[in-house]
């Protein structure tokens, strides 16, 4: 679903002014950004010769991973290049203290808000095609039924042979002809797949709103991840879920966490399927259910935004005397921990060095041990900011459409309901707001009335059509 803002003068630089985001880096993180860009020092060990490629969304700059994935007898070699973005930031200097106060970069449809200076993370410490470039090399021995093996982890000089993006990606698989680099990549994909689902992990896979820039307008549409975007997320989360094992085996380190589901949750999860008429067989956990899920069937869909209760209370736990009480994460199955995105979010750079540690025999460096303890608290601070920012600007561009609209009516489909009202989502304009009305049919299509599109305030709301 699209619909084009034309001319749009929707100013998310004063949204930006409102919400307090961090605006270009000082003159002093510039000159440090530009003296570690000219002074890296390459690792020892050469993985030139492996032929890694990036996959990203086209036009990207800041190119955490590169893969490759090859055969064994027993399954698969996945050999994932992260960025060594400690290469480039040293402890104490003005690119981490601006670092550790931004906490991760934020995406606005105008512009990017970078973690750290472009010179760095578009640049220098960004896996770009032909650039030997210092990095973290995973090497991870995966089963054909997608069970570990074994697990490398180690400094490496890197050259990726090819910057991809997800589209092009996907037309290649449709036809048959991926990059040798990546050709087993849906295998080893699905492999990783049916291991989550044997941990039964909760996989929503929600279409997401999306506003990009058309031209001198806008565009809002609904968004849903392409089968390749899974399967390379799969590689990611493999990734993130040995860094996991590396730092609970040794004691110390800091983790992504989501609880497990509240029984009440679950409940109230089973009687919404029941009403949806969606099956739910005796014994299954809700991951399971939920993956049978058609995308395409509004009940279905109704269902999985309900099921979105089921992962609250993400958050990080550091630890460094042994495993926190704590240890899962929901949707995942399985503990994990972030390592796979060092350019774009902070924790990943220290959680990277106590893996390297851990897995060399070697004592955790202090500059990274000693930043654990308040790396949750940062992160929570910026996880919350970026949300808040997302979510301003959906709610600022649905406003702005349907701004000379009020009164008219629109096909939409109910995706959760109160006692007096609930959530629609538009046909179109791909737009997701508050309806007001007794005994909304959930996961069924009615008429609505747009009563109120406020754009300074950020506010669409509607009303049942009789």
Do not use: K
């Not at 893969?67 to 973005?85: E, M, W």
């Not at 030997?132 to 054909?144: D, K, M, Q, S």
């Amino acid at each position: 679903m699209t619909h084009r803002v034309a001319g749009a003068p929707l100013d998310f630089a004063a949204l930006r002014a409102e919400l307090e985001v961090p605006g270009d880096f000082a003159s002093d993180v510039l000159a440090d950004a530009e003296r570690s860009a000219s002074n890296v020092e390459l690792p020892d060990h050469d993985a030139t010769d492996l032929p890694l490629v990036t996959v990203d969304p086209a036009g990207s700059r800041d190119l955490d991973q590169a893969v490759h994935v090859g055969r064994t007898d027993g399954g698969f070699l996945v050999s994932y290049a992260i960025a060594d973005v400690a290469a480039f930031v040293r402890p104490g200097s003005p690119v981490d203290v601006e670092a550790h106060a931004r906490g991760e970069t934020l995406y606005f449809p105008d512009r990017r808000v970078p973690l750290h200076p472009p010179v760095l993370s578009e640049g220098a410490a960004s896996l770009l095609p032909d650039q030997v470039r210092p990095a973290v090399l995973w090497r991870i021995g995966v089963r054909a039924d997608g069970e570990v093996t074994d697990v490398d982890v180690r400094r490496a000089r890197v050259r990726s042979v090819a910057q991809l993006d997800y589209a092009g990606v996907q037309s290649d698989a449709d036809r048959g002809g991926l990059p040798d680099a990546i050709a087993l990549l849906p295998d080893v994909g699905r492999a990783r797949l049916a291991a989550a689902r044997r941990c039964h992990a909760i996989d929503l896979d929600l279409p997401e709103q999306v506003v990009e820039q058309d031209g001198d307008g806008w565009t809002l549409h609904l968004r849903t991840p392409l089968p390749v975007e899974r399967y390379n997320a799969a590689i990611s989360l493999l990734t993130g879920s040995c860094a996991a094992g590396l730092m609970l085996r040794a004691g110390v380190g800091v983790l992504r966490v989501v609880p497990p589901q509240e029984p009440g949750a679950v409940a109230a999860l089973r009687r919404a399927a029941s009403a949806l008429r969606v099956p739910w067989p005796d014994g299954a956990a809700p991951g399971d259910v939920l993956d049978q899920l058609d995308r395409g069937n509004p009940r279905h869909v109704a269902l999985m935004e309900h099921a979105t209760s089921l992962l609250r209370g993400a958050g990080y736990v550091a630890f460094a005397s042994g495993p926190p009480a704590q240890t899962l994460h929901a949707g995942i199955g399985a503990p994990y921990a972030h390592v796979t995105a060092p350019l774009r979010r902070l924790v990943d750079r220290y959680a990277t060095e106590v893996c390297l540690a851990v897995h060399a025999g070697q004592p955790v460096p202090e500059w990274a041990s000693s930043a654990l303890e308040a790396l949750p608290a940062e992160m929570q601070r910026a996880d919350h900011v970026a949300h808040v920012a997302d979510r301003a600007v959906v709610d600022a561009t649905e406003a702005w459409l349907l701004r000379d609209r009020v009164g008219d009516r629109f096909a939409a489909t109910v995706i959760d309901a109160e006692a007096r009202g609930g959530t629609v989502v538009l046909d179109e304009p791909a737009v997701r707001a508050r309806c007001e009305g007794a005994d909304l049919p959930v996961g069924e299509r009615i008429t609505v009335r747009l009563v109120t599109a406020d754009v300074v305030a950020r506010q669409v709301r509607f009303a049942a059509a009789p």
